[in-house]
């Protein structure tokens, strides 16, 4: 059993007594980071700025969405190519991405 204790301007509480209760919850959460991130799993962007990327990764400056919940960490996952040809994973600040 898991009990969540969310705070909004009153205290909601909500008791998940089964594993498809906390199933549903996440995927609910999930549901509503996804509407509510700027960029979708799949969507094409551009690296505007390449504060943090070295030099050898993000070839190109484009890459495409894995991850991206803004709610969370103010960093999206990308998948890009490196300097070597290989296709990588690496995280870029959110604010420095515009669709591409």
């Known amino acids: 059993m898991l009990t969540l204790t969310k705070t909004v301007t009153t205290t909601e509480t ?39 990327i070295p030099p050898e990764f993000m070839i190109g400056d484009v890459g495409t969405v894995m991850l991206c919940d803004p709610e969370f960490q103010q960093l999206t996952t990308l998948m890009g190519v490196n300097a070597s040809g290989m296709t990588i994973q690496f995280p870029v600040q959110t604010a420095n991405l515009e669709r591409a």
Request: proline share 3%; charged share 35%.
């Open 14 to 52: 909500k008791t998940l007594a089964t594993a498809e209760q906390i199933a549903d919850h996440v995927h609910a959460e999930f549901l509503r980071r996804m509407e509510a991130a700027p960029f979708q799993y799949g969507d094409r962007v551009r690296i505007t700025r390449r504060d943090g």
